[in-house]
DNA sequence: GTCTATACGAAGATAGAC
DNA sequence: GTCTATCTTCGTATAGAC
């Protein structure tokens, strides 16, 4: 657990760094982007982030991993696997959607510069394992085994996560959508028969 | 088909862009850095890439494409669509290892990050494309229906991009084993049954 | 906590000689 | 095809006042 000194200001800035980072990378946007996105004052870039740019990194990654974990445990609260994979894949359908293609992952975008620094690059990797427990949790509850489940779990992220990129690309929703499909027949192929 | 007058000094530009790309990501890379890691005369950045960076990106994600579609191609000549899942897994794994984690997919780099260019983009959805259409003909092939073939090669080059980011930033190849095996599996219960 | 000012290198890009 | 020189903007980061 880390203690952070929580302001406003720091808080608009990790918001507006993950809004940024997911259209231009993290090398792509520049504490400037930041700070005009924010609307926090210029001056206070290195009170609230003394290691950098780097630091930024970190939290934003963190940040974003932890609103969607939130957004995986509610989908899951009614204990069906197939419901957390639809919820997954809706909301970043709607991040693409709203986007016109532009936005993607913010978490991606630190994990795939290793420029951000090894603890940025760190936090993305525990966000991803974070989302793996609690979909591989899900599924441990409708009755798969411990090894599938954790299996699965990183498959349904992991795919995920491409079709994003792949949708990106191509402009268009197919990927997601064809993956989202895959993944529903994969899961209901590994659920214990339910002949209620 | 693009007319591209190819000489050797613009070829070893693009071939280490995507040797950066996939480490240090498109904004993250500068001229400068292509210059000295390939080699290439300064002055002659602009006679070979008139349209600047977004240029130079454009033909990177072009040529890397054609890398991977080449490797995919050589792997399906016996029409065994195992053998082209395990080659490409292979293949990303090698990259993995032998950087240590640092580096991963040029064409991924060059599609999260809007600011490429639409032309750079473009390309990499083309590659993408491209990898899907030859693994959805190996499916075919091998007797799997034309719709389903295409979703199947769609999940497969989603999930193991993305399970190429999940390792980098967990610095761990299980996310690729995990999927690649998890896609065997799948792949295999696609195929028709044989007795032979 | 926030300000201005500033350091200093690097970014992409262009011009014109050779 | 390649060179040097140069433009302009931007990058991160620091210093020190308020």
């Known amino acids: 657990m880390m203690i952070v000194i929580a302001t406003d200001t720091r808080q608009r800035m990790v918001r507006s760094a993950a809004l940024l980072f ?12 930041v700070i005009e996105h ?3 004052p210029r001056g206070s870039i290195y009170h609230h ?9 970190a939290a934003t990654a963190e940040w974003a991993g932890g609103v969607v974990e939130r957004q995986i445990a ?3 609260r009614d204990g069906d696997p197939i419901a957390v994979l639809r919820g997954f894949v809706a ?3 709607e991040v693409l959607e709203s ?18 620094g090894p603890e940025a690059v760190a936090a993305a990797g525990h966000a991803f394992g974070r989302w793996q427990d609690l979909i ?3 599924l441990r509850d409708a009755g798969v085994g411990r090894a599938e489940a954790r299996r699965l779990a990183t498959l349904v992220v992991a795919a995920i996560e491409g079709a994003i990129v792949l949708s990106r690309a191509t402009r268009d929703l197919r990927p997601l959508r064809d993956v989202g499909r895959e993944l529903e027949a994969t899961l209901r192929a590994a659920l214990p028969a339910d002949d209620s």
Chains 1, 2 share one sequence.
Request: aromatic share 10%.
């Open 22 to 33: 997911r259209e231009q990378g993290y090398s792509g946007t520049g504490f400037r982007d």
């Open 38 to 40: 924010s609307g926090a």
């Open 74 to 76: 509610r989908a899951g």
């Open 99 to 116: 986007s016109d293609f532009r936005a993607g992952c913010p978490i991606v975008a630190v994990a795939v510069e290793s420029e951000a």
């Open 91 to 93: 909301g970043w359908r």
């Open 49 to 57: 982030f003394p290691g950098g740019k780097a630091e930024l990194a």
């Open 136 to 138: 591989a949790g899900t």
